[in-house]
Nanobody
Framework: QVRLEESGGGLVQPGGSLVLTCAASETIFEILTLGWYRQAPEKERELVAAISVDGTAVYGDSVKGRFTISGDSAKKSVKLQMNSLKVGDTAVYYC??????????????WGQGTQVTVSS
């Protein structure tokens, strides 16, 4: 069973930092990309950042220059360093994986979500 285990959410003041981590279960055969999306109340889910197996990273426009994503392919994990956090970053953050099975079938998997709240 595919599982994405998230950690690191919480409450932080504006201007502060948080680190989110996501570890994929060993049952995932081959990861293509790992990343984070977020969803605020009454808003659509949006890309925060994602990193491909070749190390290429993409970021949502609202987090460029403040957030950094890094991956560990051996551990099938990804870390999101979030700096200069704003109230507008408050959302549930979801880990996401694009991955393949042993016969080439593609899959999308989501974590349960972790709450990030930026408030004074």
């Amino acid at each position: 069973q595919v599982r994405l285990e998230e950690s690191g959410g919480g409450l932080v003041q504006p201007g502060g930092s948080l680190v989110l981590t996501c570890a994929a279960s060993e049952t995932i055969f081959e990861i293509l990309t790992l990343g984070w999306y977020r969803q605020a109340p009454e808003k659509e889910r949006e890309l925060v950042a994602a990193i491909s197996v070749d190390g290429t990273a993409v970021y949502g426009d609202s987090v460029k220059g403040r957030f950094t994503i890094s991956g560990d392919s051996a551990k099938k994990s990804v870390k999101l360093q979030m700096n200069s956090l704003k109230v507008g970053d408050t959302a549930v953050y979801y880990c996401h994986a694009d991955h393949m099975g042993p016969h080439g079938t593609g899959y999308n998997s989501w974590g349960q979500g972790t709450q990030v709240t930026v408030s004074s």
